[in-house]
């Protein structure tokens, strides 16, 4: 162990590197647990309602899980990935073995965890050296979804689809105007598009009858008129197998895209399983030409390192 305060701090950033790459070692089969969040996309999923200071805090080293700009540059474990962080690194390492007091690091609380907003170097080196609080100057964005340290983006997205669902039934009572539970999509924001499609289906409905005709009765008759063919005609046509991760949700708004389109081109007699037919067979050829141009990428790769080994 060395005993000069340049070479243990230099000690500590490769020990801190190694602990880096042992991370992405263990991480291989899911990298994405390894990996800091990133402030924006966390922010733009959960889309806080504002935001406010909250002053200086003492945060838990642990709970600090992403960064607004240097979230590449480190391990979810704050451990530094790269050799170009050495110098700023050690430098502040140095500073904790001549007992000098740096600033307090700057976050945002949001969900009950924290992304950094300047000090990344600061709290890694806090991260390695096993400290478990940090002084922070916190701004507090105002979330109902609950995050936890272990998060990654996709469990994230899928807590705020799983929000958003429940936001609607509660507010719309659709379990239990429609009698079943089918609406599940696999990105934020789809909710308040079919709640648009159902106040649409309303402004029609209205053009019929006397008065103003109730939301509820708008939802029942949209989902039984509108949604349910549409759903049966995407499983008719086994349209999931295209999409893989995708739901019948997910596809029902992109069929009612295509079959606008299709109406606009073709007139309003096209049926919604013409629609869903020319889709399936609009959605192959996109995927073969996609597979064929990956296909190609390939073959020119393998065509390169062939000839290059063969010099060799």
């Known amino acids: 162990m060395p005993h000069d305060v340049d070479q243990m701090a230099e000690y500590d950033f490769y020990r ?13 089969f899911k990298p ?3 990996e800091l969040l990133p402030f924006d996309e966390a922010r733009q999923l959960v889309r806080p309602a504002g935001e406010s200071y909250r002053g200086l805090q003492t945060v838990p080293v642990e709970k600090i899980i992403g960064s607004e700009g240097r979230y590449r ?9 790269r050799e170009h962080l050495k110098s700023r690194w050690i430098g502040i390492d140095k500073t904790r073995y001549q007992d000098i007091t740096l600033p307090p690091v700057s976050l945002y609380e949001m969900g009950g965890v924290y992304f950094v907003r300047d000090g990344n170097h ?3 080196v806090a991260r390695a050296m096993g400290q478990e609080y940090i002084d922070a100057e916190v701004v507090s964005l105002r979330s109902e979804i609950d995050l936890h340290p272990d998060m990654t983006v996709d469990e994230l997205r899928k807590a705020v689809v799983a929000y958003e669902k429940r936001r609607f039934y509660e507010a719309t009572h659709y379990p239990s105007i429609t009698g079943t539970d089918d609406l599940d999509f696999s990105e934020p924001g789809r909710f308040d598009t079919i709640r648009e499609h159902v106040m649409v289906h309303k402004y029609f409905l209205n053009q019929h009858v006397q008065g103003e005709l109730p939301f509820h009765e708008a939802l029942y008759s949209w989902h039984e008129n509108v949604y349910q063919p549409i759903a049966s005609a995407i499983e008719h046509e086994n349209l999931l197998s295209l999409f893989p991760g995708r739901t019948v949700s997910d596809l029902y708004l992109y069929l ?3 079959w606008d389109e299709m109406k606009r081109k073709f007139g309003p007699e096209v049926a919604i399983d013409e629609a869903a037919l020319h889709f399936k067979r609009s959605a192959r050829e996109t995927r073969r030409a996609w597979m064929d141009s990956l ?3 390939f073959a020119k790769a393998g065509a390169f390192f062939r000839k290059f ?3 060799m």
């Open 16 to 28: 801190a590197r190694t602990r880096a790459l042992v991370n992405r070692v263990l991480g291989i």
């Open 309 to 311: 080994f063969n010099r």
């Open 122 to 124: 600061r709290v890694s």
């Open 32 to 34: 994405a647990l390894m």
């Open 73 to 81: 540059d480190f391990t979810r474990f704050f451990f530094p990935k």
């Open 256 to 258: 009612v895209s295509h």
């Open 295 to 297: 296909s190609g990428i």
